[in-house]
């Protein structure tokens, strides 16, 4: 791997986490203080705008809450560290930043809507310390929080470096967890003469250009009983009751296991595919799109975007080539052997044959044109180039530290 330029990374780790009564009770204050924060500052610049007044800046916003700890009404933000109320703000600067250039065109992708005001009955919190924050995972294994204490890890797995910050959470499941984002250097495996195109599906979650075919586990599928009678039973409580919130609570918990099933599934799967090819090429589905179809519960139950995105930065990681074939080429219609086009093909027609004589299987005809396209595509950019570092997704939490402490 000699002909690859040494990239860094950002990973992310993430753990589970059990804090105490006492410490829960803290981080619930930390939440409801950057969920006070955020939306100060949000209603600052909607009544600046109101107004006519300049746009407010980050530094103004800054000072504005370190002189609202002086008052009587926001004395309780000094309660928590500083730093998770300027990750707040942070957060506000980030959503506007988006706001602004998907407006302008300069994002790509669907439109990002303006910042909205954070609610205290939202299923997720999360509060983020960076290392100005000075916290700390000991050698006890514990990690140490400031104004919250010494927090229980569960250490799945050791961390490769020193973490750049934390991201605690609390998930609609009720449960805690610490997601540390790490910079660390790719690890390139050795090299391999394999390269595969995949095709994705709904009856076949996945058909390789190899003829190897990965059947559905329909996580969602499975348990929808169960889902439907803790729905059912939830629909029956009264809301604002105990039993209402503990109805909602299970419900979660349901839906939260299916999600950690499909997760490390899919994980799973997508290292046992980086491993075993030099070059991965799949088609650049609209999830969003075929969400809106009769087939949307299917779609969303494969979770295609996620299991991509594995591929993507395990690519980045390993040393290996990842790309994207444009999602209105032909790969269904096109003959592997010919090249030939056919009119629309139902989605009921699995096999067919071309005028040419070659009888194709839809799905692993798509999957080889798929491969056969990327290769044209890498081919027509010139010399073979090295992904980019990938920032860690902002959907999950943030942050890391060296490595799990000994005898964790």
Known sequence: MDQWQTVVVELRYNYRVYPTLGQQQALARAFGCARVVFNDGLRARQQAREAGLPYLTDAELSRQVTAAKLTPERAWLGEVSSVVLQQALADLNTAYRNFFTSVSGKRKGRTVAAPRFR?????????????????????????RLPKIGDVQVRWSRTLPAMPTSVTVVRDAAGRYFASFVVKTTDEPLPETDSEVGIDLGLTHFAVMSDGTKVTAPKFLRRTARKLKRLQQDLSRKQRGSRNH????????????????????????????????????????????????????????????SSFTSMLEYKAARYGRTFGRVNRFFPSTRMCSDCGRITDTMALNVREWVCPCGSHHDRDVNAARNIRAAG???????GAQVRPASLPAPRSEAVTHRKLAPSGV
């Open 119 to 143: 609610s205290r009955k939202d299923n997720r919190q999360a509060i983020r310390f960076t290392a100005n924050a000075r916290f700390k995972v000991l050698d006890n294994g514990r990690l």
């Open 245 to 304: 919130k503990k109805a909602v609570m299970n419900l979660a918990r349901a839906h939260a296991r299916v999600a950690d099933t499909r997760r490390d599934w899919q994980h799973k799967l997508s290292t046992s595919i980086i491993r075993d090819n030099q070059a991965v090429y799949v088609e650049d589905l609209c999830v969003v799109g075929l969400g809106r179809t009769r087939l949307a519960k299917s779609v969303y139950d494969a979770g295609w």
């Open 375 to 381: 290769r044209a595509d890498l081919n027509d950019r």
